[in-house]
């Protein structure tokens, strides 16, 4: 296994997930809370299962029982026909026996945003790929540590304290909630969750955490010009293409993204209902840190 930085993400090349060692999988581990992002292209013949049993080497997976339980028709439309790995969620346009399509499956912008941030117990790390029909779809990440890491000390400190009304509204940024008609939820109304807005990943590095399309706005600003200054200000500083990952998929791509330290987008795509990614979320509980 071969580790190459580009800018600020990590590529593993010269790497088989079938012969991946224990060690191997504690130093993706760390590569993906240290850069945020990390790819391994081209990835070819793995099934469903490999990939499954590859991920849990990590932590725990989301077998996304709370959609089971409150959304069964979404359930049933986002995951795979996969009874070996339940872990896997399908990514696409393509529909199903009862014509609805899988998760985030419209042509338009899937607009900036982050793995649940309305959670209080949401996993960290959101792993995608590629298995069909990718190529001419780019999405992009933004790396919340590197925009902290560059902020002015006065904006570290005011951002120190405050907190976010997040929402699980897919309204803002993806069609899907309309397809579904999928309920929202405010994350400090229905759980009492406050996510600040100084994130410190699993391995403790601070970040901005600003997925600002699924929030309904700040706590602890002293009114609605502070807000709107702050809000404004973040926003601009934190889309500095400096802080821009753009990865332009090729089938068999598999991408990693630490949902504390950023926020990512897929960019408008109009062969959505030929286009197939994989999606596993799970956690770092196997993982130790350096």
Known sequence: MKIVMKNWVGYIEDFSVNDVTDEEIQ?????????????????????????HNF????????????????YPKFYDSIMTDYPEAPSIA????????????????????????????HMPQRMPIVYLRSIKGSVGSRTSWINGVLAY???????????????????????????????????????????????????????????????????????GVKD??????????????????KYMFHHDWQDGDINFSDQWSGIHKRWAFAGMKTRLLHRIVFTYDNIRFR
């Open 27 to 51: 130093i993706i581990g760390n590569l993906i809370a240290d850069a945020t992002v990390v790819v391994i292209p081209g990835v070819k013949n793995l099934t469903p299962l490999e990939e």
């Open 55 to 70: 991920t849990s080497r990590f932590g725990k997976h989301d077998l996304f029982d709370e959609v089971k339980n409150k």
């Open 90 to 117: 399908r990514v696409t346009g393509a529909l199903n026996d009862e014509g609805l399509p899988g998760l985030h499956g419209g042509a338009g912008d899937l607009d900036w945003h982050c793995n649940k941030p």
């Open 149 to 219: 890491n560059d902020l002015p000390e006065e904006w570290k400190q005011r951002l120190e304290g405050i907190t976010l009304r997040t929402t699980s509204s897919y309204g803002n940024y993806s069609e899907i909630g309309e397809v579904f008609g999928l309920q929202e939820t405010i994350s400090d109304v229905a759980f009492g969750y406050k996510p600040p807005m100084i994130s410190i990943n699993s391995k403790g590095h601070k970040a901005i955490y600003f997925p600002f399309l699924q929030m309904r706005g700040l706590i």
């Open 224 to 241: 609605k010009a502070e807000e709107d200054e702050i809000l404004q200000y973040v926003q601009k500083h934190m889309m500095q293409e």
